[in-house]
C-alpha cells in the first residue's frame, strides 16, 4: 500500500482510504486527467538503434 501511495502522489494524484467495521474498506485513487510538465526531451540511442555495416 505504502508502494502504491508513493506512486500516486509522484504522478500527480492521491489515494483516499475509508473503513467501516464488517463493511470493508474502500481505496480511491486520484489522478489527475493531464500533468503538464517543462520537461526536455532527449533522443536515446540503443543497440537496437545501431546498425552494422
Known amino acids: 500500500l505504502s508502494i502504491s501511495k508513493k506512486i500516486v502522489e509522484d504522478h500527480?494524484?492521491?489515494l483516499?482510504?475509508?473503513s467501516?467495521?464488517?463493511k470493508?474498506?474502500?481505496f480511491i485513487i486520484t489522478l489527475p486527467?493531464?500533468?503538464i510538465r517543462n520537461v526536455e526531451s532527449k533522443p536515446v540511442?540503443?543497440?537496437s538503434d545501431v546498425i552494422a555495416s
Do not use: D
Open 20 to 22: 467501516e467495521m464488517g
Open 12 to 14: 500527480g494524484g492521491s
Open 24 to 26: 470493508g474498506t474502500c
Open 33 to 35: 486527467s493531464q500533468l
Open 45 to 47: 540511442t540503443t543497440k
Open 16 to 18: 483516499t482510504v475509508t
